[in-house]
């Protein structure tokens, strides 16, 4: 028996009706096999924002860290200025947590997902392990004669030896355990500084894993070629910024944000693993929130917990109610954001 303590954080919108079917999956999950999971709940979002001015307090980080994992719905509302919730909760744990990396799978399910022609799920089937603590969103930076016609505003790209091989690292061991190819992403031959300290530290790193083949590309050919060629991808790994980009190409061309994941991982601490969409205020409340993300999350977060084969009778359900159109209304079905939780539940084996 394996048990987990999960930390939920719906936050706000559909947040929590996407984070109730996923908690509803795990739950059937631990009745079929040899996990178990204790949940608790932390109310973090608008509404604890708005009624006490408090993002997340000090005190509640320190609970968080003892969980084994965090696992998130959606933080976002039109009564708060856009950006606060996002920065002020999800970005303060992701660096809090040194969450260093951002695990992005690639993965068509059903060839009617994609607007790709003459392409099917073998094509598309890859992971994007993206940096997600340093380059040029670290915060580094600042303006000169700021609101003047002379003013200059400098943001810094940080690239630390240690902060690019901890990524290497990960990639490398993915790809070595899929028995795959690991694709390095960047602009090498512009970035001639922080690119080649990326470029030295894979051929390094890479030293240790001899089986794993390699290759190289530069970003802008990565946009083409997911495009054009996505079946030459298996993992890849890449910088912040060059992540957030394709990554989200990559949600487009796997059928769109209903089915996007994101995983945000500290291998020696705390992870949190949260559907890439937002909290769609506009259907919040209607019952027709798509809850397919959140439970491919919820996939996510077995898996990195480290039960692959657990991790996978989720994605089979989810792939075979997608298949049996028994989806919410967005994806072409009936459901309801409930019902389509319970017949992923009812089909799980
Ligand atoms: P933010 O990302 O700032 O929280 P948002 O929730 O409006 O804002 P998106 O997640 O990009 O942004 O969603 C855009 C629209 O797509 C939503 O308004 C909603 O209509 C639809 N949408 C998003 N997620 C889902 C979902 N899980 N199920 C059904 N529709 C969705």
Redesign the pocket.
């Known amino acids: 028996m394996s048990e987990y303590n999960i930390a939920l954080i719906p936050g706000?919108?559909?947040g929590p009706e996407?984070v109730a079917q996923g908690v509803k999956v795990l739950e059937k999950l631990a009745q079929i096999s040899t996990l178990n999971f204790n949940f608790q709940e932390f109310p973090l979002g608008a509404d604890h924002y708005l009624s006490t001015g408090e993002l997340i307090s000090p005190e509640t980080k320190q609970d968080l860290a003892d969980f084994d994992a965090l696992y998130l719905g959606?933080?976002?509302?039109p009564r708060v200025k856009?950006g606060v919730l996002?920065h002020g909760i999800l970005l303060d744990l992701r660096f809090s947590f040194d969450m260093y990396i951002n695990l992005r799978p690639v993965k068509l399910l059903m060839e009617k997902f994609t607007p790709l022609k003459d392409t099917s799920p073998e094509d598309i089937d890859m992971l994007v392990v993206r940096e997600n603590t340093e380059g040029l969103y670290a915060g580094s930076g600042g303006f000169l004669k700021k609101d003047t016609p002379q003013e200059v505003a400098v943001q810094e790209m940080i690239n630390t030896y240690h902060g690019v091989e901890r990524v290497i690292r990960y990639a490398y061991e993915y790809a070595a355990r899929k028995e795959g190819k690991l694709t390095l992403c960047d602009k090498c031959n512009v970035l001639e500084y922080a690119h080649d300290l990326w470029q030295r530290v894979y051929k390094k790193v890479g030293e240790d894993f001899p089986a794993v083949e390699q290759d190289h590309i530069l970003v802008d050919a990565m946009t083409m070629k997911m495009v054009r060629n996505p079946e030459i991808f298996d993992v890849v790994v890449t910088c912040n910024m060059f992540g957030d980009i394709i990554t989200d190409l990559g949600a487009e061309i796997q059928g769109g944000?209903?089915l996007a994941v994101s995983g945000n991982i500290n291998p020696e601490g705390v992870s949190m693993f949260e559907?890439?969409?937002?909290?769609?205020?506009?259907?919040a409340g209607e019952g027709?929130?798509?809850?397919?993300?959140?439970l491919l999350a919820a996939a996510m977060m077995v898996e990195v917990l480290g039960h692959r084969k657990e991790a996978e009778k989720i994605e089979k359900a989810v792939n075979n109610a997608l298949t049996a159109g028994k989806t919410?209304?967005?994806m072409g079905g009936r459901l309801s954001?409930s019902e389509a939780g319970d017949y992923i539940c009812s089909i799980l084996e």
Request: glycine share 12%; no cysteine.
């Open positions: 706000d919108g559909i996407v959606a933080v976002g509302d856009p996002e944000m209903g559907p890439v969409h937002g909290s769609a205020p506009d259907i027709k929130a798509n809850p397919t993300a959140a919410t209304e967005d954001t």
